[in-house]
């Protein structure tokens, strides 16, 4: 299976700032994933990201609140903009896998906003 | 509106023994439903999934069974081993995009 990379592994910034994460996978992908979960909750989507167009955004999610980069096939970044302590969540970005409807996660970012 | 359901929050089971994961879904145009694992602080693993037009998927230990019309489907783990201790999700896939809505998941623990 893939190898996906996520840098950090976790993070605890101060509210008002911002913080961007890094994801590398091992191979060239077209969709790459954003994903959060909540503390005690499941996984939501942010956003997907598909190199050469902007990202697509879920309901409940904005591009000033959460920009993405996909600059290449093989990486994305997400940033979290003006954080507030509601932000504090395990950040995880995914990518597609081979059958069209898998996708495989990278280690996460765990992320606490004081 | 839950789509995706997993009304255990955890599960217990002994060792060598089956472990059944249940999963209800409420949206009849799902066309892929999965299952991932997750250990604590890393992120979900694939494990196996299964098209809308099948009932049934087998991977080695694991099993997934699928019933339409009653919107439901099982993870059959066996036998049950002790690294099979983990959060499980049951995830859904629509044919209109790749969004995965997801479950809120199941602890299971394999008592030795």
């Known amino acids: 299976s893939a190898v996906i990379s996520q840098k950090p592994s976790r993070d605890i910034c101060q509210r008002g700032t911002s913080l961007t994460i890094q994801c590398q996978v091992d191979s060239q992908v077209t969709m790459m994933f954003w994903y959060r979960q909540q503390p005690g909750q499941s996984l939501t989507l942010i956003a997907t990201?598909?190199?050469?167009?902007?990202?697509?955004?879920e309901s409940g999610f904005v591009i000033d609140k959460f920009p993405i980069s996909r600059p290449n096939l093989t990486f994305s970044t997400l940033t979290v903009s003006n954080m507030s302590p509601e932000d504090s969540s395990i950040y995880l970005c995914s990518m597609e896998g081979p059958g069209g409807h898998e996708q495989y996660f990278g280690p996460g970012t765990r992320l606490t906003v004081t | 509106d839950q789509q995706v359901k997993q009304n255990s929050p955890s599960l217990s089971v002994q060792e060598g023994r089956i472990s059944i994961l249940n999963c209800d879904y409420t949206?009849?145009?799902?066309?892929?439903f999965l299952w991932y694992k997750k250990y604590p602080a890393e992120g979900p693993t694939f494990l196996i999934s299964i098209s809308s037009i099948k009932d049934k998927n087998e991977d080695g230990r694991f099993t997934v069974f699928l019933n339409k019309s009653a919107k439901h489907l099982s993870l059959h783990i066996v036998p049950s081993q002790p690294g099979d201790s983990a959060v499980y999700f049951c995830a859904a896939m629509g044919d209109s995009n790749y969004q995965l809505i997801w479950g809120a998941g199941t602890k299971l623990i394999i008592k030795p």
């Open positions: 990201a598909n190199q050469g167009s902007e990202a697509t955004y």
């Open positions: 949206n009849s145009m799902f066309d892929y």
